[in-house]
């Protein structure tokens, strides 16, 4: 395998991802991805987190995807949550993780054990960390891939802090704020906070701490995001965490973290043009990844899916359009039918 240079120190990190079967085709790109510009150097653990109510068959379907990870392969570690959920402390946690894991009386969705698969996902991010070994956890969706190769000073800055950029939080990511602050006795007071979007970078160390702390201020935190979050996402109740007991964000984390090229379920085809423009170089970015919801992929005219599929050649992720296309009708398969389709008044789950 081709040995990319650890640029900029050896610090290592183990990449967290929370899949579901349906994601599969958007994780085989992120694989690709991962090993083409990601140094080896600097990669420890290959962390995929199965939240699928089929959960064998999802699992199943993860093995068969391995070689696309080239020799990463071998890092690669597949996770059941019932490795990771930690057991009760007490009758009355061990009553909230039984109605966790028994949905017979109630919805099924689609995540695990029936359950609503991105309240699952927000729990399983924060659990993985007890499987990483790496100084540092890079979160990832399954839709994130690298667009160029990775240096440690796209995560880290010189001080070893992890990278994160501010924005001023608008609807439901203030309300997430003001809930994840409430939830652990704090106020929100309006600041910029970090995004809620993939990826994000922590300290494994501080990621442990932080998962104490929320799991002794409210218990076991798979019941919590389950059944119980109140309004608070993992993502804020870790930028909480960071202000309300570290005294302040600049004492965790450090401004410089190029925002990925991203759309989302809401997004337009303005959105899906402006990512392209920096995917295919007619705009210059310092993004080095790039993330495409599965539900945008209907945005994208021809010319736009000529583009998207030739800015993955120019970057070497794929030799041939013909390869290329095979891939795309893959991840355009991906989209969310159930939940376009459903009624209007209807209520349903759904993944981001």
Same mark, same amino acid.
């Given at each position: 395998? @081709?040995?990319?240079?650890?640029?900029?120190?050896?610090? $290592? *990190?183990?990449?967290?991802?929370?899949?579901?079967?349906?994601?599969?085709?958007?994780?085989?790109?992120?694989?690709?991805?991962?090993?083409?510009?990601?140094?080896?150097?600097?990669?420890?653990?290959? %962390?995929?987190?199965?939240?699928?109510?089929?959960?064998?068959?999802?699992?199943?379907? %993860?093995?068969?995807?391995?070689?696309?990870?080239?020799?990463?392969?071998?890092?690669?570690?597949?996770?059941?949550?019932?490795?990771?959920?930690?057991?009760?402390?007490?009758?009355?946690?061990?009553?909230?993780?039984?109605?966790?894991?028994?949905? *017979?009386? #109630?919805?099924?969705?689609?995540?695990?054990?029936? /359950?609503?698969?991105?309240?699952?996902?927000?729990?399983?991010?924060?659990?993985?960390?007890? $499987?990483?070994?790496?100084? &540092?956890? !890079?979160? =990832?969706?399954?839709? /994130?891939? =690298?667009?160029?190769?990775?240096?440690?000073?796209?995560?880290?800055?010189?001080?070893?802090?992890?990278?994160? &950029?501010?924005?001023?939080?608008?609807?439901?990511?203030?309300?997430?704020?003001?809930?994840?602050?409430?939830?652990?006795?704090?106020? &929100?007071?309006?600041?910029?906070?970090?995004?809620?979007?993939?990826?994000?970078?922590?300290?494994?160390?501080?990621? +442990?701490? +932080? !998962?104490?702390? =929320?799991?002794?201020?409210?218990?076991?935190?798979? &019941?919590?995001?389950?059944?119980?979050?109140?309004?608070?996402?993992?993502?804020?109740?870790?930028?909480?965490?960071?202000?309300? $007991?570290?005294?302040?964000?600049?004492?965790? *984390?450090?401004?410089?973290?190029?925002?990925?090229?991203?759309?989302? #379920?809401?997004?337009?085809?303005? @959105?899906?043009?402006?990512?392209?423009?920096?995917?295919?170089?007619?705009?210059?970015?310092?993004?080095?990844?790039?993330?495409?919801?599965?539900?945008?992929?209907?945005?994208?005219?021809?010319?736009?899916?000529?583009?998207?599929?030739?800015?993955?050649?120019?970057?070497?992720?794929?030799?041939?359009?013909?390869?290329?296309?095979?891939?795309?009708?893959? !991840?355009?398969?991906?989209?969310?039918?159930? #939940?376009?389709?459903?009624?209007? /008044?209807?209520?349903?789950?759904?993944?981001?």
């Amino acid at each position: 395998m @081709r040995e990319l240079p650890a640029q900029d120190g050896l610090e $290592k *990190f183990d990449i967290v991802t929370v899949i579901f079967k349906k994601e599969i085709p958007l994780l085989r790109l992120q694989a690709i991805s991962i090993r083409k510009f990601f140094p080896a150097q600097n990669l420890g653990k290959i %962390l995929i987190v199965v939240n699928d109510i089929d959960e064998n068959g999802c699992t199943e379907a %993860l093995k068969g995807m391995l070689p696309e990870y080239g020799d990463f392969a071998t890092r690669v570690e597949i996770i059941r949550p019932d490795e990771i959920v930690k057991p009760p402390r007490n009758i009355r946690d061990r009553a909230k993780q039984w109605r966790v894991r028994h949905t *017979f009386l #109630r919805k099924k969705f689609r995540g695990w054990k029936g /359950n609503r698969g991105w309240r699952c996902q927000q729990a399983f991010k924060l659990l993985a960390v007890s $499987k990483a070994r790496s100084d &540092y956890v !890079l979160i =990832l969706d399954a839709k /994130n891939w =690298l667009t160029r190769i990775l240096s440690a000073s796209d995560l880290v800055d010189s001080g070893r802090k992890p990278l994160t &950029y501010l924005v001023e939080p608008m609807g439901k990511h203030r309300e997430w704020a003001r809930a994840s602050f409430a939830v652990l006795g704090g106020i &929100y007071e309006g600041s910029p906070v970090s995004p809620t979007t993939t990826p994000c970078i922590y300290k494994r160390a501080f990621l +442990a701490d +932080a !998962l104490d702390h =929320l799991e002794e201020k409210l218990g076991p935190i798979d &019941y919590f995001f389950v059944r119980n979050r109140r309004g608070a996402t993992e993502f804020m109740l870790l930028w909480a965490i960071s202000e309300l $007991k570290y005294r302040g964000w600049q004492n965790v *984390f450090s401004e410089g973290l190029a925002p990925c090229l991203a759309t989302f #379920r809401s997004s337009d085809k303005d @959105r899906v043009e402006s990512v392209l423009k920096q995917l295919d170089g007619s705009e210059n970015t310092d993004s080095f990844c790039a993330a495409i919801h599965r539900d945008s992929f209907h945005l994208f005219s021809d010319d736009q899916n000529q583009r998207l599929m030739q800015s993955w050649i120019d970057k070497g992720l794929f030799s041939s359009f013909e390869v290329a296309n095979i891939v795309l009708d893959d !991840l355009r398969s991906t989209k969310d039918q159930r #939940r376009r389709d459903k009624p209007k /008044n209807s209520s349903g789950a759904s993944h981001t």
